[in-house]
């Protein structure tokens, strides 16, 4: 490769074609930091596995947001049935009357 960068050949692979390593992120000093003292709190080896960890657990978080969301909605739609049906049956019902 005549002519490439450093940076280029040191990201690609033997050929040239393949990348050897993900895209770079750029961090601020401060998230950088926070990820160190994670990284050792959770005796991770590498910074990769705190970012992974936490994509993880905002990944769950968000499921779990869409999952409440659909409950309420089902929710919803079943106590609106429910008064329609406790309705119909009306005042004089066996059902609402203690014998």
């Known amino acids: 490769m005549l002519g490439a960068s450093h940076e280029t050949q040191a ?3 033997g050929d ?3 990348p050897v390593m993900g895209k770079t992120l750029m961090l601020q000093d401060a998230d950088d930091a926070r990820i160190e003292s994670i990284k050792k709190r959770l005796r991770a080896r ?3 596995e705190v970012v992974r960890s936490a ?3 905002l990944e769950r978080d968000a499921e779990r947001a869409e999952r409440m969301t ?3 909605r089902t929710a919803g739609l079943v106590a609106r049935e429910s008064r329609g049906a406790l ?3 009306g005042p004089q019902s066996r059902l609402r009357r203690p014998d």
């Open 16 to 18: 040239g074609t393949e």
């Open 70 to 72: 659909k409950w309420r």
């Open 11 to 13: 990201t690609r692979g």
């Open 55 to 57: 994509l993880d657990l």
């Open 87 to 89: 309705r119909d049956f």
């Open 46 to 48: 590498t910074k990769i």
